[in-house]
């Protein structure tokens, strides 16, 4: 379990949540945690792709009035338009071809209780208009039935969306965006608080110590110093997929520059290097502790892995970002030992 992580004894404006760090972001991200969690409001958080929104969700819901009941998880963007309906307030039997029984939506098993509905940004216009209804008269209508069923949920949403950008662009209702933000929280990006990256460190190699039966006991000055130079486009989760990376190919007592990936290693040679996505490729490829067709495999796993962050782990739209066919892409995760996140499953791929 994570621990806050900033010095000094809590008083009753801050909780203990599941966040590392030290810095005055992190130490009022908590303090908000701790007013918003006791409030039935719906809750709004925001933030780039790996800043650790469900983790704030998570906290909130454990230090909220309802942590006794139901939370329930939907990942917005897993979610086609002819299943969210379904898979949101349920439908009755025979309502479509396939539906062979009645069966509860995720805001009927979340009444009384708390439901995530992460990355709702990517939500459809059609399903945003049937969600704005639920949050305006608290009930749902199951697919297929004429009988209203009265709920009673706090909603928490989270987007790597801009979301007043989206209703700019028409691609959010504002209605929708308005009944969303009754409270609102923006985590910063790892870039805006480098001071937390030492700490987070050290609980990955924690952690990796444990599940990987190692010894490491931290990191190199001259390796923490490539580490806080680095502007983490992937934030929190880059930075432990990085972590992770150099235990098991350095099997050292620390972590050393050599033993990081290329492009930590020659993030201050930004200017001679290409860019894709939100990995930094050297031109310099080439690293004295490895051969080339490692390098090839660590470079084709870092970019499989950036596509599927950047789809919210679809496989269809990931394929697509990379160029390839679908099933090609169940061949690298096969290859590359990747494995979906439970908390991206769905009940049917899109």
């Known amino acids: 379990m994570f621990t806050l992580i900033w010095g000094g004894i809590m008083d009753n404006d801050y909780i203990q949540a599941d966040i590392i760090g030290k810095s005055a972001k992190v130490k009022e991200i908590c303090r908000l945690i701790g007013i918003i969690a006791k409030t039935k409001s719906t809750v709004l958080i925001q933030g780039e792709s790996g800043t650790g929104k469900e983790v704030v969700a998570n906290a909130i819901y454990k230090h909220s009035l309802r942590n006794n009941r139901s939370f329930i998880k939907v990942n917005c963007a897993a979610l086609s338009e002819s299943l969210l309906?379904?898979?949101?307030?349920?439908?009755?039997?025979?309502?479509?071809?396939?539906?062979?029984?009645?069966?509860?939506?995720?805001?009927?098993?979340?009444?009384?209780?708390?439901?995530?509905?992460?990355?709702?940004?990517?939500?459809?216009?059609?399903?945003?208009?049937?969600?704005?209804?639920?949050?305006?008269?608290?009930?749902?209508?199951?697919?297929?039935?004429?009988?209203?069923?009265?709920?009673?949920?706090?909603?928490?949403?989270?987007?790597?969306?801009?979301?007043?950008?989206?209703?700019?662009?028409?691609?959010?209702?504002?209605?929708?965006?308005?009944?969303?933000?009754?409270?609102?929280?923006?985590?910063?990006?790892?870039?805006?608080?480098?001071?937390?990256?030492?700490?987070?460190?050290?609980?990955?190699?924690?952690?990796?110590?444990?599940?990987?039966?190692?010894?490491?006991?931290?990191?190199s000055d001259e390796a923490m110093e490539l580490l806080i130079k680095y502007d983490w486009p992937g934030n929190i989760r880059e930075l432990k997929n990085v972590i992770e990376n150099a235990m098991i190919i350095g099997s050292r007592d620390k972590i050393y520059p050599e033993t990081l990936l290329p492009h930590i290693r020659e993030c201050q040679q930004t200017n001679s290097n290409d860019i894709i996505g939100n990995i930094h490729v050297d031109k310099n490829i080439l690293a004295k502790d490895l051969n080339l067709r490692n390098q090839l495999l660590l470079y084709e796993k870092i970019l499989i892995l950036n596509a599927l962050d950047r789809a919210n782990w679809v496989k269809s739209r990931t394929a697509k970002l990379l160029g390839i066919d679908r099933r090609n892409l169940g061949y690298f995760m096969r290859k590359h030992h990747i494995m979906v996140p439970l908390e991206q499953q769905s009940p049917q791929e899109v």
């Open 85 to 219: 309906e379904s898979e949101l307030f349920g439908h009755v039997k025979g309502s479509y071809t396939g539906a062979l029984s009645d069966r509860k939506g995720r805001f009927e098993l979340a009444n009384k209780g708390t439901i995530l509905l992460d990355e709702i940004g990517n939500m459809p216009l059609a399903g945003q208009a049937k969600l704005l209804r639920v949050l305006q008269e608290e009930e749902i209508v199951p697919v297929g039935s004429s009988k209203t069923i009265k709920v009673d949920v706090r909603v928490i949403a989270t987007t790597n969306v801009v979301l007043k950008d989206a209703v700019q662009k028409g691609n959010f209702r504002e209605d929708l965006y308005y009944r969303l933000t009754v409270i609102t929280n923006f985590l910063p990006p790892l870039r805006e608080r480098k001071e937390d990256i030492a700490p987070l460190i050290e609980n990955f190699i924690q952690l990796n110590n444990r599940e990987m039966d190692a010894m490491v006991r931290g990191v």
